[in-house]
């Protein structure tokens, strides 16, 4: 690897090297050049070969004067390059903002721009869920755009594969996936493309993943890779400060991961075809489910990453309904061993924690999501999804702007229900009374919306959920008549997870390919219609 520096003046240039084994941080100077230039000059200095940790120089300027005008580095590659064009597929459903942003971004620095590395190497195909995108004049000779149905994310970006498949001559290599409410650097598309022209024939079939950083603090990595777990997902490498060099390096290390999430994740169309495509699952576990089934190996790496808002700002109530049914449909396929003990342990804990924060809509939605799945895969391929998913949203809590809710908002009422912490002596008597449920309520508590827990509203009465980033909430009562009647609800579906759980599983796993095929996804989405 070749350090190319501009500069003017003595400067000091140390090449060096820094890898973290264990927990140690190992650091060596591996060579160590004088310059003394009267004007601007060129100075190329060569790496001594390493083969792993992070590669970097010091620069010292050895008298008053000195200018430093920029470098690079660069690398010759003897193996010979494999050719590469990438299909970018994004599923939207009315974010015209990010999406029109995303798109001039990406034809200002590739599409249109005859210097780019990938210009006349990459198309985008967006599914426009929300069917809003055709004022905005996006759609060109290399970016595709389909109104779809709103079929969530896996119709959306199952729609897109679709027509990368239609392609006549198939020269779309593969296929990026990204989510419509990211921020992008053109870098990180750049780099795939590199990274891809250079696998070894054993990496061929690899997934490259980006990582996700936060929006609102952009040096902070929430996810590089996860872990699947049956359902309890393991976000790898979270809430990493990536300015710092040690994180860097840690970012670097491999650790066992099962899927990487489609806000930025490339992998060969060689993976997809007529009988391997995504799940009819709407939201929430596609990405998973089609990672799990083909991903052998997973590539990671500094600097292929997206910005995005974090999870703790996005809460929304409908997805318990999403986040059970599709779990339960993605151990059918992957962990079958994941039975029926498992879920009555799951529903109960679900039970008690959503009705301890008087959220009795959210526990609705996910016993809808158990029967749901208990009526087999029929249901599924029956359904009409958007239909369906409209029913969910009406089921779910709607935040409001604050003027518009019935209990008043305040900032240090917020934060105690942030932060609040009890005895050992208290949290025993909130649990012996069904965190006050058998004692009369007497607060009006104030808690976030996404991460709020039991134990912050007890002997409660009134609950405000509130979103300090959107400025919205949505407040809940108790009752204890519902509480009482959703248990019994509760027995119902033990009762039919003990009696249909088996078989609803085994008509997953016997008849799931019908539910990859491209014919059946044709009729699911309206294809076939629009057609004729």
């Not at 958007?386 to 019935?406: F, K, N, T």
């Not at 009562?477 to 003990?498: D, K, M, N, P």
Request: glycine residues 6%; proline residues 3%.
């Amino acid at each position: 690897m070749l350090l190319t520096l501009f500069l003017q003046g003595k400067f000091n240039v140390s090449l060096c090297w820094k890898q973290k084994i264990g927990e140690m941080y190992v650091e060596r100077e591996l060579k160590n050049v004088t310059v003394n230039a009267d004007s601007r000059t060129e100075i190329t200095v060569e790496f001594p070969e390493e083969t792993k940790g992070m590669f970097f120089f010091r620069l010292e300027a050895l008298e008053k004067g000195g200018k430093f005008f920029g470098g690079s580095y660069d690398a010759e590659v003897e193996a010979e390059c494999r050719p590469v064009k990438i299909g970018i597929v994004i599923c939207t459903y009315r974010r015209e903002k990010y999406v029109c942003d995303n798109v001039r971004l990406i034809k200002r620095d590739i599409i249109e721009n005859p210097e780019s590395p990938l210009y006349g190497r990459l198309e985008m195909f967006i599914s426009d869920n929300g069917k809003t995108l055709e004022p905005y004049g996006l759609a060109g000779e290399n970016v595709h755009i389909v109104q779809n149905k709103n079929a969530g994310g896996a119709g959306g970006f199952t729609r897109g594969l679709i027509e990368i498949l239609k392609q006549p001559d198939q020269r779309i290599t593969h296929a990026l996936l990204m989510d419509d409410d990211v921020v992008v650097d053109t870098a990180s598309i750049l780099r795939t493309a590199v990274m891809l022209s250079l696998l070894k024939e054993e990496y061929a079939a690899a997934f490259i993943g980006g990582a996700m950083l936060r929006s609102d603090q952009r040096n902070i990595q929430i996810e590089s890779g996860a872990s699947w777990n049956a359902g309890n997902l393991v976000p790898l490498k979270a809430n990493l400060d990536l300015r710092l060099w040690q994180n860097c390096l840690l970012n670097e290390q491999e650790e066992y991961r099962e899927y990487n999430a489609w806000w930025y994740c490339c992998f060969p169309m060689e993976v997809v075809s007529a009988d391997n495509l995504p799940l009819p699952i709407f939201i929430r576990g596609d990405d998973l489910e089609y990672g799990l089934r083909n991903m052998k190996t997973l590539i990671l790496m500094n600097g292929i990453c997206v910005w995005h808002e974090p999870f703790e700002n996005k809460y929304s109530s409908f997805l318990e309904y999403y986040i059970i049914r599709n779990r339960l449909i993605d151990n059918s396929f992957h962990f079958p061993g994941w039975g029926r003990k498992e879920l009555i342990r799951e529903l109960v804990r679900e039970y008690r924690r959503e009705g301890y924060l008087y959220r009795y809509k959210n526990v609705s939605l996910y016993m809808r999501g158990i029967r749901d799945f208990l009526k087999g895969i029929d249901f599924l391929e029956q359904t009409d999804a958007e239909e369906l998913h409209r029913q969910i949203m009406e089921s779910g809590y709607r935040a409001a702007a604050a003027e518009q809710l019935d209990v008043p908002f305040y900032y240090q009422e917020y934060k105690r229900g942030c932060k609040e912490k009890h005895s050992v002596l208290h949290e025993v008597v909130r649990r012996l009374t069904l965190n006050g449920y058998l004692l009369p309520a007497k607060h009006v508590r104030t808690v976030p919306m996404a991460t709020a827990r039991p134990e912050f509203v007890w002997r409660a009465r009134t609950i405000l959920f509130y979103d300090i980033a959107e400025n919205k909430g949505f407040v809940t009562h108790r009752s204890i008549r519902t509480f009482i009647s959703q248990g019994f609800e509760v027995a119902g579906v033990i009762f039919a997870i003990l009696t249909k759980y088996e078989k609803a599983k085994q008509s997953y796993i016997r008849r799931g390919n019908e539910i990859r095929q491209l014919a059946f996804w044709e009729r699911y989405l309206g294809m076939e219609e629009k057609a004729e």
